[in-house]
């Protein structure tokens, strides 16, 4: 019997896809331990610190300069992606109105509206509301670590924190739509994970755009069917 073969296309590269694993475990680990010391639990060490034998605040203060080196990172050696990813997250098309409308039925038919971005309309706020919000918290951090006392300590503290607040939520809507938890999202968390191979129907779905300049330049090496030696 033969085998079904599935096109598939890469979206990310790999190099991107570790960018964004180191990012989002960063991320993880600097929440867990903020919602931890926000919740007044200072004085009792997290499963985190029992592992790691280190004091919450110094993990959190570890992960916060880990991110800022990793936002260092994306500006110097990444500046050509870092570019693309800003265009790409501040362009408005014809249409795009209309995607949102469809858009709250569409998470469960996965009818999504046709745009031509490399994001969707909805990725494209999230990701400048992710990246304010990621700044305002690695700069206030930075400024906590250098101010002692005084009414910039209290406001430096009072932006770490409400950030924290705002990013929860939507972190957790971009975990729930990366994941393909919702059902017109299915499959999309292979473009960052299992290889970065997404399948062609899915990225039709939810790329439509993006897929056809993709396979336009891919005409010399098709996509390639799931399963084939990633190198």
Known sequence: MTKHRVRTVERYTRRTRWYHAAVYITVLALLGTGWWLLTGREGEPSPAARLTGAADVTLHTYAGWVLTGLTAVAITLGARAART???????????????FIRWPVAVVTGRFSHHRGHFDPGQRVANLVLVTLLAALVASGVGLTMVVGGPGFVWLQRVHRWATYLITPVLAGHILIAAGLLPGYRGVARAMHL???????????????????RLAEDDKQPARAEGDSPD
């Open 85 to 99: 990813f800003v265009v790409e997250s501040v362009r408005v098309d014809k249409g795009d109105l209309r995607w």
């Open 195 to 213: 290889g970065g191979r997404l399948r062609v129907d899915t990225a039709r779905r939810v790329w439509p755009g993006w897929l056809d300049r």
